[in-house]
């Protein structure tokens, strides 16, 4: 599914970019084209009138000079004088005329006529139809004191139409090129736009199986509890109706922990409200001294010498992470130690600690705590605890605006913290 999915990211991105690259090709080659168009038709011009301008002035042609002209802009030319044409070497001859001659007449331009009502006729033809191709011709008829003089120029358009289908060619294996480059970066970034996708899909499955898992033991246990409690005797049906609700009791913390991590539960944040961050501390320390010396272990709360100053936050929240966070300290640290509650300002934040001196966590594990059904090795044979509470204490902070974090204590064993702006 998701390499269906990368291959139409990728030809969706690919088709939208190739037609933004083959739009700028096309609009470059025209723009291209049309300026070597009119570059080409001004040197054609020019070339004209300046041999228009040459013979007028000087009243003779130098033919080494007008062979040159006509070389360098592919020019063919036609000269006559009082109807009779000059003939000049490597030049048109009057024999070869009557084809340009037929495309001036329909353009109403009488080339055997002179010019009847002004000194000078010019007209200019573009794309004018052959037997040899398209042409661009120009034909130009002066008066003079000894009569009137015509001068015939065109130029074959088929060189410049090989040089625009060259043109053509390359900006089209350009485009071709970068669309294949862009098809080849788009399909490594729908790689990389779909690998969070396939990470929140492997967790997905990992989630399902080890939920699955934690839930069919506790189910297990009830149904067969409930197979044998008709069997069992008086006496032993209310120890065996006891293990039966702790089962249940179990399954439906975990049930609780999986609805808060799925958006089930708690879908609303508890409104911020102004707390005193050490009175929090002390608040919670006070609930918890029960369990604590239940589970052989003692709180003891760290204040800073200073009052601290009041933060806007969620106290349902914060209770939830910083309880969980007690109950891992008191699971992990040996009997007989303490459990150290602190509270201080560090900067623009608040920051709460819970540290216990247990057995730590690797440096290299560091990262994975807060991961769903994670657990260290020595709680995997409690059945107590699933590895959801970090998860569901990272669920917390992200509704709620708090960081959590985990570090070493000193002289060993592990401290969570978790910290909230301070407005």
């Not at 102004?274 to 929090?280: A, G, K, S, V």
């Not at 010396?293 to 100053?309: E, F």
């Not at 910083?322 to 459990?339: K, Q």
């Not at 934040?349 to 260290?376: L, M, N, S, T, Y």
């Amino acid at each position: 599914m998701l390499a269906r999915l990368r291959r139409r990211l990728t030809l969706l991105a690919a088709a939208l970019t190739g037609c933004v690259v083959l739009a700028v090709a096309v609009v470059s080659f025209l723009l291209c084209a049309s300026l070597y168009t009119a570059q080409r038709q001004a040197a054609f011009e020019a070339a004209v009138a300046g041999l228009s301008s040459r013979w007028e002035t000087e009243n003779a042609l130098d033919l080494n000079q007008t062979q040159n002209t006509a070389v360098q802009n592919g020019l063919c030319l036609y000269f006559e004088e009082n109807g009779q044409p000059l003939v000049l070497s490597g030049l048109t001859e009057r024999a070869n005329m009557e084809p340009v001659w037929q495309a001036l007449r329909q353009a109403g331009f009488d080339p055997e006529l002179p010019p009847l009502f002004s000194q000078t006729e010019t007209v200019e033809l573009e794309h004018v139809k052959l037997s040899d191709g398209s042409v661009r011709l120009s034909a130009c008829k002066q008066t003079t004191g000894e009569g009137w003089r015509m001068l015939i120029a065109w130029q074959p358009l088929h060189t410049e139409r090989q040089t625009l289908c060259w043109a053509a060619a390359a900006f089209s294996l350009v485009a071709v090129a970068g669309i294949g480059l862009l098809a080849a970066i788009c399909w490594c970034v729908a790689g990389r736009a779909i690998q969070p996708v396939r990470q929140a899909m492997d967790q997905q499955r990992e989630f399902v199986r080890a939920a699955g898992h934690e839930l069919r033991t506790p189910l297990g246990v009830l149904r067969a509890g409930l197979a044998v409690l008709p069997l069992e005797k008086e006496s032993e049906i209310k120890r065996h109706i006891g293990l039966l609700d702790a089962e249940a009791a179990r399954m439906g913390r975990l049930i609780d922990e999986l609805l808060i991590l799925s958006g089930g539960g708690m879908v609303r944040s508890s409104a911020p409200q102004l707390l005193e961050p050490d009175t929090l501390l002390l608040d919670l320390a006070e609930a918890w001294e029960p369990a604590a010396h239940s589970a052989g272990r003692r709180l003891q709360v760290v204040l800073p010498p200073q009052p601290l100053p009041p933060v806007q936050a969620c106290r349902e929240e914060l209770c939830q992470i910083l309880s969980i966070f007690l109950d891992n300290a008191l699971r992990y640290a040996p009997e007989g130690t303490a459990v150290e509650l602190y509270c201080a300002a560090q900067g623009r934040k608040i920051c709460w600690e819970v540290r216990d001196h247990g057995p730590g966590i690797p440096d290299q594990v560091k990262e994975a705590v807060f991961q769903r059904f994670w657990r260290a090795d020595a709680s995997r044979s409690s059945r107590e605890h699933f590895g959801l509470g970090l998860s569901v204490a990272q669920e917390l902070a992200g509704r709620c605006g708090a960081q959590l974090g985990v570090s070493d204590t000193p002289g060993g064993g592990a401290t969570f913290r978790v910290e909230v702006p301070r407005g």
